[in-house]
Nanobody, 118 residues
Framework: QVQLLESGGGSVQAGGSLRLSCAAS????????IGWFRQAPGKERAFVGA????????YYADSVKGRFTISRSNAKNTVYLQMNSLKPEDTAVYYC???????????WGQGTQVTVSS
């Protein structure tokens, strides 16, 4: 099975940018659709966006559309979440997840904290 590790989180002021990475080990990341999720304090985990397995099609939650971009590097076995024009409401722990054979997100990373100050 695949193991996922997120990195790139940190603290930034509103309007700033961060790029999160989701690095895979154990399996080729290109074999999976990869989703990004986030969980803010006191809230349920929410879908942010995803990239499909075999084609570079992406889709996003309305709250991040136009500001966030997901891409993948098969050579580096990594998926990225580029976050621009960050807002305080983007503050959350961000997780990447891989979609398994059941078309559910079966494999999860440990998360990385993003904090956006006003």
């Amino acid at each position: 099975q695949v193991q996922l590790l997120e990195s790139g989180g940190g603290s930034v002021q509103a309007g700033g940018s961060l790029r999160l990475s989701c690095a895979a080990s154990g399996r080729t990341l290109g074999s999976y659709a990869i989703g990004w999720f986030r969980q803010a304090p006191g809230k349920e985990r929410a879908f942010v966006g995803a990239i499909r397995r075999s084609i570079p099609a992406t889709y996003y939650a309305d709250s991040v559309k136009g500001r966030f971009t997901i891409s993948r590097s098969n050579a580096k076995n990594t998926v990225y979440l580029q976050m621009n024009s960050l807002k305080p409401e983007d503050t959350a722990v961000y997780y990447c997840a891989a979609e398994g054979s059941t078309n559910q997100y079966d494999y999860w990373g440990q998360g990385t904290q993003v904090t956006v100050s006003s």
